[in-house]
């Protein structure tokens, strides 16, 4: 039997990644719609600090199991890093109150073309022609399978435009952070995962009343809902690991362009488990569409060019000219 190569054993792994991360996260959007919609729990940020607070218990067990080795973050990056994340998530809680589902999802899209800004402003990446197509063509599909009623006010587009640059940053900081400081999935989670839940979780309940005018305490909890949200915890764990695995591995125009795969698998699941009556022949269109500009993209994205770091050079005339200059020297001290 052949031994399997590294870039075979690459694949294998980046696959992995990624199934790992659409399992989790087409599970808890799933499993969290059910837990809202059936069971009125409509408190999602301080959903989210429960889910930061099993995620935070795993990075201490993994800890003492020596999974997790000590690092070194400044506390100016994990402020930094945990300002975006909030602010993400914040953002996006008040920009579905504020702002029609058809605007909403436009703002999500607009995450794409964000991401390719911030990459190309400050990591100096170019790229190909077929890149940028490939990308237009998942903006179209998920579009055509998600926009439908668009209205917008100017609350609603300011809190829209603070949740898609807060949610690019977040994402561009996680590869950021981790190629920066080579710090591991685990180890970024071991420095973030504590401070946003203990922010969450102080915030959410009242901007959860804000939003929904009910409090969190006044809930009914009985058994099958804290059996829902217990669940919906524990699969976050694997959501958060995987997201900052898949963006470590990638980059964040990346996940958020195959990520959009996770979109169409909701709509499927959601006809199956939900009733028929989201999909249609528009929707199945669009998610053809989206799921050929994701098969584009990867290959597009995966040639010589396609997507690359821009390297500055001298130009040729004054590397000509220095070359010059450095010759007549070394002619000078060898006379």
Not at 67 to 96: D, K, T, W
Not at 290 to 298: F, K, N, R, S
Request: charged content about 15%; overall charge positive.
């Amino acid at each position: 039997m052949a031994p399997v190569s590294k870039a075979d054993k690459k694949v294998a792994v980046d696959a992995a990644a990624w199934m790992f991360n659409v399992v989790t996260s087409v599970g808890i959007i799933i499993l969290n719609k059910a837990l809202m919609a059936t069971y009125g729990y409509t408190f999602a940020t301080t959903l989210t600090g429960l889910h930061f607070s099993f995620t935070t218990l795993m990075t201490i067990v993994l800890r003492c199991l020596g999974y997790i080795h000590p690092s070194h973050l400044p506390f100016p990056e994990l402020l930094r890093f945990i300002l975006f994340a909030n602010f993400s998530i914040v953002g996006m809680n008040v920009s579905l109150m504020w702002n029609s589902v058809g605007f909403y999802q436009i703002a999500k899209l607009s995450m794409i073309p964000v991401s390719c800004l911030l990459e190309m402003v400050l990591d100096k990446i170019r790229y190909s022609r077929d890149t940028k197509l490939s990308i237009g063509l998942v903006l179209v599909g998920v579009g055509v399978c998600t926009v439908t009623d668009v209205s917008v006010n100017s609350k609603g587009f300011l809190a829209a435009f603070v949740a898609v640059w807060s949610t690019s940053l977040q994402q561009y900081y996680v590869h950021y952070l981790q190629r920066k400081y080579s710090l591991s999935s685990f180890n970024l989670l071991g420095h973030t995962a504590p401070a946003q839940a203990a922010t969450l979780l102080v915030v959410g309940p009242f901007l959860d009343y804000w939003l929904t005018e009910k409090r969190v305490d006044m809930y009914d909890y009985n058994l099958v809902s804290v059996l829902f949200i217990t669940l919906s915890c524990t699969i976050a764990i694997g959501t958060n690991l995987s997201q900052f695995i898949c963006i470590g591995r990638f980059t964040a125009v990346s996940f958020q362009v195959l990520g959009h795969m996770k979109t169409i698998l909701v709509l499927v699941m959601g006809f199956f488990f939900f009733g028929r009556e989201g999909l249609n022949l528009h929707v199945v269109i669009g998610m053809i569409i989206a799921v050929l500009g994701m098969i584009w993209y990867g290959n597009a994205s995966s040639k010589p060019g396609g997507k690359e770091r821009r390297s500055y050079s001298l130009p040729t005339t004054r590397q000509q000219k220095l070359g010059a200059a450095s010759d007549s020297d070394d002619n000078e001290d060898t006379a």
